[in-house]
């Protein structure tokens, strides 16, 4: 994994705040753990409201660069997805 430690006018937000690449890296592992903690009560929530999407673009480079950190191949998302489905016909929700 690489860690970002250089500021720049590029790390901005998008309501324009200075952003500490860090800061931002550990909010997310934060979000993502608390994300799948609901997820065992609540599987039918989903990642972001109506209200506030994330583009297209913005949910694939995530998404992307999320299972490259955490060194999942597609093709293995795809056998733990049909996993989950399985799990979920049968009435069990965790995941």
Same mark, same amino acid.
């Given at each position: 994994?690489?860690?970002?430690?250089?500021?720049?006018a590029?790390?901005?937000?998008s309501?324009?705040?200075?952003?500490?690449p860090?800061?931002v890296?550990? +909010?997310?592992?934060? /979000?993502? *753990?608390?994300?799948?903690?609901?997820?065992?009560d609540?599987? =039918? #929530?989903?990642? &972001?409201?109506?209200e506030?999407?994330?583009?297209?673009?913005? +949910?694939a480079i995530? /998404?992307? *660069?999320?299972?490259?950190?955490?060194?999942i191949?597609?093709? =293995? #998302?795809?056998? &733990?997805d049909?996993?989950?489905?399985?799990?979920?016909?049968?009435?069990?929700?965790?995941?």
């Amino acid at each position: 994994m690489t860690v970002m430690t250089s500021m720049s006018a590029e790390n901005r937000s998008s309501e324009g705040q200075i952003l500490d690449p860090v800061a931002v890296q550990d +909010a997310l592992v934060r /979000a993502l *753990r608390d994300y799948a903690a609901v997820l065992e009560d609540h599987p =039918e #929530l989903q990642p &972001f409201r109506d209200e506030d999407p994330l583009t297209q673009t913005e +949910a694939a480079i995530a /998404a992307s *660069r999320l299972l490259d950190c955490a060194q999942i191949e597609f093709f =293995e #998302l795809a056998m &733990f997805d049909s996993l989950h489905t399985l799990k979920t016909q049968r009435g069990q929700s965790s995941l």
